[in-house]
């Protein structure tokens, strides 16, 4: 478990990048887009700009922004929240979940969430002084054992931290997984925080389903999103947290003394962006659903075996008939040989040590077709 700042030590992630730039290699590690958001939202940002939306926005966001993603979460789900008291606003998915740890784990209270993990979660409990609880997603499927997640509850839970779609596995939790998590959260009387940023991309014949939506749960979820990868802007960094009024303002007192508002700007071109016709969403869901498939044929052409991803825009592969290295160094092999940079799914578990041996590294498919191109090309040199 770690204890204080200094356990952290360089991320993987800030190594990887500077092997990928050193190395003028491809990546495909870190997760965020090498294409554009739609022009629209683009001149959106630009009007707002000159239209005189420089100064700070409201501590909670722009009224027009949570009408807009009220509206936006009622299409889909039809579930209504108060834009005034159950929707806010933050710098990104990140600050939401954070402040929702700190807001709701008191010191000594323990934070329980599944394994492989969005690397930053562990630092949110350090934060919060919670002790950090996992339970591990096993592969093939991903999927967990219902009595180690029995067990791993006690008198000390507060949160059930959730992601799904799953970064790293693009794992999507199924219905019955979400009953049963949900059950647990009633009968223990735990709040669940559920991290969706990759809701709208989950590919056929799977189907998003927030734990938020389950009966008894609307009243005990924190739902996290936001609009960087929905909207090819992971830079702008504006996300949002729907929940109960009672948990919401406990998370705005924190982001109000903290960062205090996000970028007033960018908050008006996302409102444009959570208005877009629908037909923006089945675009996106197909230009990813055409990324997967080219990529995991690439990797299964270059010896991998892929774990196909549920959602998510990431794919695991396995490179145990290629190598007998460590994850990291066969990432930093990757790198500087083939020039395609990757993640090692070690970066995503508490017990580092034991996964660097299972030979998995993650790739991440949102590139221009051109950028796969040139990644296969130097793949197959494998
Ligand atoms: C699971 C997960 N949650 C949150 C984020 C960050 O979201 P944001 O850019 O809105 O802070 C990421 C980014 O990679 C992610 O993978």
Not at 16 to 33: H, V
Not at 46 to 63: E, I, T
Not at 107 to 119: Q, S, V
Request: net charge negative; proline share 5%; aromatic share 12%.
């Amino acid at each position: 478990m770690l204890k204080s700042w200094n356990d952290f030590g360089i991320s993987i992630f800030s190594k990887m990048a500077e092997e990928a730039t050193k190395n003028d290699a491809i990546s495909l590690a870190q997760g965020f887009p090498d294409f554009d958001p739609p022009p629209e939202i683009i001149e959106e940002a630009v009007n707002a700009l000159r239209g005189g939306f420089n100064q700070y926005a409201p501590s909670k966001g722009y009224l027009d922004l949570r009408v807009a993603i009220a509206d936006y979460v009622e299409q889909r789900r039809q579930q209504k929240y108060d834009p005034d008291a159950e929707i806010s606003v933050f710098s990104g998915a990140t600050e939401a979940l954070f402040c929702a740890v700190i807001a709701l784990c008191e010191k000594g209270d323990e934070l329980l969430t599944f394994e492989p993990f969005y690397d930053i979660y562990p630092g949110f409990a350090l934060a919060a002084g919670a002790r950090y609880v996992s339970v591990k997603l096993d592969t093939p499927d991903w999927g967990f054992d219902a009595e180690e997640l029995r067990l791993a509850i006690s008198n000390k839970t507060r949160v059930i931290l959730l992601n799904t779609p799953n970064n790293p596995s693009g794992k999507v939790f199924s219905r019955a997984e979400l009953e049963l998590i949900a059950e647990l959260a009633i009968r223990h009387d735990l709040i669940v925080v559920t991290d969706e940023v990759y809701e709208e991309i989950v590919f056929e014949p799977n189907q998003h389903l927030s734990i938020a939506q389950l009966p008894g749960m609307k009243e005990r979820t924190v739902v996290v999103s936001s609009a960087s990868k929905t909207f090819s802007v992971t830079g702008w960094k504006i996300g949002y947290a729907l929940g109960p009024a009672k948990f919401i303002n406990r998370m705005r007192t924190i982001h109000e003394h903290t960062v205090f508002c996000s970028a007033s700007p960018l908050q008006k071109a996302v409102t444009k962006a959570f208005q877009l016709p629908s037909q923006y969403f089945e675009d996106l869901r197909r230009d990813y659903a055409q990324k997967r498939t080219f990529l995991l044929e690439t990797l299964k052409k270059a010896q991998f075996k892929c774990l196909v991803p549920q959602g998510s825009y990431f794919v695991v592969a396995d490179y145990s008939a290629i190598s007998e290295l460590d994850d990291e160094d066969f990432a930093v092999w990757l790198t500087r040989e083939i020039k395609v940079a990757s993640i090692p799914m070690s970066a995503f578990y508490s017990d580092k040590e034991s996964m660097k041996k299972r030979r998995l590294v993650r790739f991440c498919f949102a590139k221009k077709p051109e950028t796969l191109q040139e990644s296969a090309r130097r793949l197959a040199q494998i």
